[in-house]
C-alpha cells in the first residue's frame, strides 16, 4: 500500500502535467455525467462519446483540459482556479484548432453547406474569489469599438463549483461534489500547513470520509503533483496580477479603449464635415468611456456635424 513518505518518490516525470480535474473526468463513463448533470440530458451511451482533446495545446506548464464531440456538440470543459476575463479569447483560439482538425478533409469551398458542431463551451471555477453560481463571460467584453459592427462573438458559461455553490448540479454529479469536497479540504489545510503536507492530511480525510475515495486510493502520486503544480500555477498568476497592476497595465488599457474611441467618434464626424480644433480637442479629452461610446452613437446617426452638437449639447 502506498504511504505518505512514497509519495514523493512516486510522482510521475512527465515533461506536461494533468490538472486534476482533467484525470477525474478522464474517463467517458464520468464525462457524459458530467455533461448531463450541466446541460440536462440523459445520455447513456459513453461510446457515444468522443474525446477530441488536443494534448499539444499546453496552458501554463499543463496540458488543455477535457474537448469532446457529442451529438452534433463540439464541447470544451475547463478548470479554472483563478478568475480570467481573457477566457473567451482563449477558447476562441482553441475551437479554431479543434474545427480545422474537424474539417481537415473537407471541402469547405464547396457550394454545399457543411454542418459544424454546435460549440458548447463550460468553465467551472473553484478559486477563492467571490463568484455567482453561473456567469456568462463574452469575447465582445473585450472589443475595443464595442459590439459596434462586430463580427464575431464567443460566449463562455463560468459554473462556480465551490462547495455551497450550484446544489442542484453538484447533486446530478457526484464526482464533481466530491472534488468540490476535497479541494474546501485542501485549502482548509493550507491555512495551517505546507502544501505538500495540506494535500497529504485532505487524501486521508477523504478517503476516510468516502470522498474520492477509489480514486485518490489508487492514483494519490498523479492527484498529488496535479494539486502541486496547480498551486505554483495560481502564485505566477497572482505575481503576474500584481505586476500589471504596478505597472499601471490596466489603467493603460482603460486609456487606449478611450483614446480609440474618441478617434473613432471623430472618424465619422470627419466624413460629415470639417472638424474644429476645439471640437476635436474636446472629444480627445474626455476621459468617461461611456460618455465616448454614447457620442459614438450619435456621431454614427447624425447627418451634419451641427445636428450631432445639438444632440450632445457639446454646443
Known sequence: MQ??????T?????????RLFRLLFSEKRDLLELYNALCGKCYTDPEALEITTLDDVIYMGMKNDISFLLDGRMGLFEHQST??????????FYFSDLYKQFFYDRVIYSTRLLQIPTPVYVIFYNGEREAADTSVLKLSDAFIQGEDMACLEVCVRMVNINVGHNAELMKRCGLLREYAVFISYVRGNLLIMEPETAICAAMDQCIADGILAEFLSKRRAEAMNALLTEYDEEKVMRSLSREFYEDGYEAGCDAGKKEGKAEAVLELLEELGDVSSDLRERILSENDLMLLKQWHKEAAKAESIQMFLARTRLI
Open 83 to 92: 478568475l480570467n476575463p481573457n477566457m473567451p479569447l482563449r477558447g476562441l
Open 3 to 8: 504511504t505518505k513518505d512514497t509519495v514523493q
Open 10 to 18: 512516486r510522482i510521475p516525470q512527465k515533461k506536461y502535467k494533468d
